[in-house]
């Protein structure tokens, strides 16, 4: 997979973009670039259109994910061929709240670990609440309610955030980039970073906002025990 064509790695404001098709298996399609999010991470995929230039017609993306090492979007018509320009275009609002909840959820990560060095052994963003599972054994839900209004208060304060790529050789000698419990991949050449500028710093795949005050603010929603050392939290934007 060639990230140089995967464009929301280091821009995830482009909303539309043109490129070609590169490949078709029916109804799922590989471009010759993407803004497209594909499943990951705990974020869902983008959704959006795909308009072919020569004729207008539209196709919706429905879904898009990884498959043999490439980004494929699966749209609702099979009528797309190899070599046809297109238009790309997001449905942004969705995108956008995925973008402060992803961003939400890495400064969280960074409090919650600091005070209690737990780490991340699952999470689930959606479009109106997400979800973070944690290996604690003793948690209360205070605690995380506390954790929620530092993170209120860092919002506020704002800062910027940052993604660029760094070798394998420099990713491995700062194990504070992997927060999340046996989930990134060891074996890659280079490692996506996302940096909270002064807060947080992970390797990454998703997409954020470029500052912090674009989340506005986070609220607690509920605690749950999942049995031992797996404490589920659930916090919304506001
Ligand atoms: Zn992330």
Known sequence: MDKEKILYLKDACLKEIETEVKSVNGKYVVLGKTIFYATGGGQ???????????????????????????VSHEVDLDELQKGDKVKCILNWERRYIFMKYHTAMHL?????NKHSGALITGNQIGEDKSRLDLNLENFSK???????DEANEIIKKDAMVKNYFISKEDAMKNP???????????????????????????????THVNSLKEIGR???????NKGKNNRRVYFRVV
């Open 176 to 206: 504070s980039l992997f927060k999340l419990k046996d989930k990134l991949p060891k074996d890659l050449e280079e490692y996506r970073i996302t940096e909270v500028e002064g807060v947080d710093i992970q390797a990454d795949g998703g």
């Open 142 to 148: 205070e605690d995380f309610i506390k954790w929620i």
């Open 218 to 224: 986070l609220e607690f929603l509920k605690a749950e």
């Open 44 to 70: 869902p995929c983008d959704t959006g259109k795909i308009i072919r230039i020569k004729d207008n017609k539209e196709f919706n993306v429905v879904f898009v994910g990884v498959f043999n090492n490439e």
């Open 108 to 112: 969280l990560i960074s409090i919650i």
